[in-house]
């Protein structure tokens, strides 16, 4: 069994291993089966020699950061997970130039922003997930995305070398990056912010979190923004226009105080959320035409 090899080269790498690990406790959906084993990254070499054993030996993986945008099936996943997380989770600043490992948060990627007097990150404040997985997902809110601070990424090619990339060729769109079309890793991401004055980006950073408590349904697990917004409307103003506020499927529902998030109310399965994503995007396809397209990825 590929269990007792992997957790030797663990050691090696000095990496936890955890076997049959629950990604329920990894999503913030907080639903979801196990997988065969989550291995904690702590450096951008170890992960390409996990992926490099892992493509070797014909073995399953996926990439895990804080699992804010992810679907995993009540199945689990018949593979490794490779979590980029607190073991892998440096910032370091240089005048006005931040990096950070692709496990750090992004919300203490902001913070230490603003500890520096450091400017461009405020809007990104409160996006509850890695800095790698910002990348991948070109995360944004309140009329800023990562896009507009990134200046470069370290990332590990498909062929298991580690590389660096220019943000002209990250191909950086709505919800997009270059990342999300191959299966590169990302290791770190360089970002180049402003000077400004310290009290004024935290009360800009404080604003924002303001309006994510008083607009999202933030008490209950969720993966945010359920679905893509589409072009020429509001994914939640669609919902709400065809009165789905509240549709529920087992435990999951369009929540009530935004309809643009799927909460989970405590005991939703995969197969709720789904089902209740298909109903939304039937109902919404066949009232207004528009075609809701899924945000989060499905992990499975
Ligand atoms: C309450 C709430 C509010 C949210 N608000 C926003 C918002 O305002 N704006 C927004 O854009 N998003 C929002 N999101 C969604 C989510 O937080 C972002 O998409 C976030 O950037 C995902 O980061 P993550 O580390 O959690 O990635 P994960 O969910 O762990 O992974 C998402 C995808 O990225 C890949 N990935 C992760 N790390 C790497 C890496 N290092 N290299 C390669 N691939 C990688 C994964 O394989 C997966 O395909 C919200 C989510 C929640 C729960």
Not at 205 to 216: G, I, L, V
Not at 265 to 285: F, H, N, R
Request: hydrophobic content about 35%; overall charge negative.
């Amino acid at each position: 069994m590929y269990l007792d090899e992997l957790t030797q080269l663990c050691g090696k790498l000095g990496c936890r291993i955890t076997p049959e690990c629950p990604l329920s406790e990894y999503i913030t959906f907080r639903f979801g089966g196990p997988c065969r084993a989550l291995i904690s990254v702590n450096s951008a070499r170890s992960a390409a020699e996990l992926i490099k054993y892992m493509k070797d030996n014909s073995i399953r993986y996926g990439i895990l950061g804080r699992g804010s945008n992810i679907i995993a099936s009540d199945e689990g996943f018949d593979g490794v997970i490779l979590l980029f997380g607190s073991d892998f989770a440096r910032i370091e600043i240089s005048g006005t130039t931040i990096r950070c490992d692709a496990g750090a948060l992004l919300a203490s990627a902001c913070v230490h922003a603003q500890h520096a007097s450091l400017s461009g990150m405020e809007n990104l404040f409160g996006i509850p997930g890695t800095v790698g997985g910002a990348l991948y997902m070109n995360a944004g809110a309140y009329g800023s995305e990562i896009k507009d601070v990134v200046v470069s990424a370290q990332y590990i090619d498909s062929d298991c070398v580690i590389r660096n990339i220019d943000k002209e060729d990250m191909d950086l769109s709505y919800r997009h990056s270059i990342f999300a079309d191959s299966d590169c890793v990302i290791t770190s991401v360089t970002m180049q912010l402003t000077e400004g004055d310290a009290d004024k980006i935290k009360e800009a950073m404080n604003e924002c979190m303001a309006k994510r408590s008083s607009k999202q349904p933030l008490e209950f697990p969720s993966a945010g923004s359920t679905f893509k917004r589409p072009e020429g409307s509001y994914a939640s103003l669609l919902i709400d226009q065809c009165g789905l506020k509240g549709l529920t499927c087992g435990g999951a529902m369009v929540s009530e105080k935004h309809s643009g998030f799927v909460i989970n109310k405590g005991y939703a399965t995969c197969a709720d959320v789904l089902e209740l994503c298909s109903q939304v995007q039937k109902i919404v396809k066949e009232k207004t035409g528009y075609v809701l397209e899924l945000e989060p990825v499905i992990l499975k």
